[in-house]
């Protein structure tokens, strides 16, 4: 097993999970609080299309059984610690502050079969999974797809679309692709993993796959049949009401949406792309992303609480993370292309070993990092911002490698406040107008609110632009100073 420091630690019952985390709205619903044996908790849906840990009926809360010790937004150990318990012993690791530990990070897309053209990106991910299964490396990828049509319903009605499922073939793992913003938790896949024994990998957000190193640190179960971990790059996890409400703009009622694409590729760039829905009738629907009010992921509506309180964003605990490749000349390409970070030395083997496969070109961590620029500042300035003021307000925060920080100018705070004023404000306003069946209504709900979120974020880029021009004033005046000596030499010659 690992060396992760700290398991002398106290346990923690359920109870105080409960107490601690999901009283405290830092529940992400991921499912490891289920897996440890006798575990007394369930995951389930609220009513806002979240899932939470929940006491199964008639249980005893107040079994010690690491309950803390398994849960990202619970536990002591932070990402660094675990990196170097798991991740420790690859061959040649640099250290990004933003990336996290490294050994190679690549840019590109996938050129052989049909990977990029199936997915939602550059296809690296499904590609990754399939030479896994390939070099007979795993036996089956727990990994998030499409649900059978009416298998399961949300507690407000609709169907449930997407979850956790095994994937052990390639037709499988295919079947799986492309991104979800969508709500899922583990605790069916991870039971799996419990009572059948096989090599597994596993696929997630960052605060999933640090549920899953740390089950592999508690349970030797775990560690010996988790063996990868393949990550994915993370802005924020959504409800089920980001999806429907999605839908509801292209006049999709609640509760009727049957499928959803939330990445259809364009022939434009690959951040133009488009969403496609199903209703229940089978009419098909398709609308440009940035259409939509929901569309802006800085504003965070329908996200969950407990991701204001990640610092996490590239995935730094897993052996090989993927994401969107954002930044020129990738970010052009309609087709897609995705950023990959390798960091052990088993991720490093199937690349290398399958390379021939990719057209894809070395790139910096700094790159990496410029890809998720938005996503990183939000985590790192904002969260330290929001930990600082979390412990001013006396409420819980979980410790983070983020120092507390709250020396931020105002118009920045206001952003901040404003972005996590929207998580709960656009909540209030679909509860209210859900039941009319009236988009228009729910967008004159928010629309006050949103304007004003707007209004200050536009007023945070032009001051980030104008600090960026005065920073850089000296160089500049240096070179209008030359390229007008040189227009003068030339003119004179």
Known sequence: MPGVPGRDRQQGTARELLAEVVDQDLCIGCGACTALAGSPLEIRMDRTGRYRAAPKDGADLDHQGGYLRVCPFATQYDEDQLAAGFLGGARDHLRHDAVGRYAETLAGHVSAESFRDDGSSGGMTSWFLQRLLD???????????????????????????????????????????????????????????????????????????????????????????????????????????????????????????????????????AGSYAITTVDMDGTERSRENHRHLAADWGMGLFKYEACEWCDDVTNETADISFGDAWIAPYAQDPQGANVAVIRSD?????????????????????????????????????????????????????????????????????????????????????DHTRATGEFGRFRDAVRPTVWAYQRLYERSVQKRVAGALQRHAPWLRSAVRSAMRRVRARRGG
Request: net charge positive; hydrophobic share 35%.
């Open 346 to 430: 088993g991720a490093r083997q199937i690349v290398d070993r399958y390379r021939k496969d990719l057209d894809a070109t070395q790139i910096s961590a700094d790159d990496v990092a410029r890809s998720q620029e938005a996503g990183l500042r939000h985590r790192r300035e904002g969260l330290a911002y929001r930990l600082q003021r979390g412990r001013a307000g006396r409420r819980r925060v979980p410790v983070k490698r983020v120092r507390p920080d709250g020396a931020l100018p105002t118009w920045r705070a206001e952003v901040y406040d404003m972005r996590e004023a929207l998580i709960s404000e656009a909540d209030r306003a679909f």
């Open 135 to 269: 070099a007979d490396l795993v036996d089956a990828v727990l990994h998030v797809g499409a649900l059978p049509p009416g298998e399961q319903v949300t507690p407000e009605g609709g169907p449930l679309l997407f979850g956790y499922g095994v994937s052990s073939s390639s037709a499988e793992v295919r079947g799986r692709a492309k991104t979800r913003y969508y709500p899922v938790e583990m605790s069916g896949v991870l039971r799996h993993v419990r009572e059948n024994e096989g090599r597994y990998a596993v696929v997630g957000l960052p605060c999933y796959i640090k549920a899953v190193r740390l089950l592999q640190a508690e349970d030797p179960l775990f560690d010996e049949r988790v063996r990868f971990c393949v990550g994915l790059v993370c802005g924020h996890l959504k409800s089920t009401r980001f999806a429907e409400t999605m839908a509801w703009e292209q006049g999709v009622a609640p509760g009727s949406l049957a499928e959803i694409d939330f990445r259809t590729k364009t022939d434009t760039d």
